[in-house]
């Protein structure tokens, strides 16, 4: 059974065939947006005026739920507890998830179907996982788990300013947490910790590229931007960081503090003003690029993208510890 690194890939642990999420797949033509738990949370919400106990959202919304509620709740929702918190500290931006990214998740089937069959393509027919759309607790816009993808209604919202940045951010989660199913990494602390920050942005990344490859576009342009005209900038401070890392111990690694916050988890709060969210992704899809540019078989290095056996190799062979005036 796959072995997925839920705190490094941001992708469920295979423990979760244990809690009743079975492992299935769809073809990329019958494939659709399930989005029937969004809409029992949206007649929650309205039922209740916009303030939702913890107790209502549990048998109104988490009980009932999809495998994407399951999969959602374990580090993401957590509990009826938070999510009714995290909706009252914030009901507009649930309410307008349920008004404008609702709508438009219930639209893109046919983008879904079109991601699908460009992964095909490219990774020769793989097992492509249901998806399903959901609220959560305001901390994710999407993970992955046995067979199933997951999108965050709300966190979907928060991060884009016009429906058509909506829509690219669907269409980039349904290629990237795609990845994230299918990414089989050894699984054993020793090799984790070992790199810890090089393994996660790697395992995003690759994701990134991927979705790249797949849309023709970038998901979030404005990061894009900013970290193109600061690259030498970027990478500096990734490697010191990786070097830091590399240093500590698990317990200082899963520290608030920890240099790996810089990078990746950090959407809902950035280490500096101007330092855009989960800027990790953008360098590990910075390597990944390089990796495939050097690579005689391309067809190879996607295999080494999806089972990543030796993350130093790859970020040697990839350029990226050369500083771009010296390649």
Known sequence: ????????????????????VEASGTSALDATVITEDAERFAAVFYETGGEPTAEQLLKGYLEP??????????????????????????PDLYRRGIELCLPIAKEMTDTLRSVYLGLNGLLDNPPLPKVYAVFGGGNSGGTAGLGAQVVGLEV?????????DIRRHFRHLFAHETVHTLQDFPSDKDFIYSDYLLLNILAEGGADYIAKLVTGTVRQPAREAWAQARYEYVRTEFLADRQKMRQMTPDEIDAKDSPRFRWVRNTKKTPDEGWPGELGYWVGSQIWAGYFAQADDKREALKDLLYLRNPQQVLQKSGYLTPRGGR
């Open 1 to 20: 059974m796959r072995k997925f690194l839920m705190g490094i890939c941001a992708v469920i642990s295979s423990a979760l065939g244990a809690s009743g």
């Open 156 to 164: 979907v919202c928060r991060i884009s300013k016009t429906e058509d």
């Open 65 to 90: 739920g999809t495998d994407g509620v399951k999969i959602f709740t374990k580090g993401r929702i957590k509990n009826a507890e938070n999510l009714a918190a995290q909706i009252a500290e914030n």
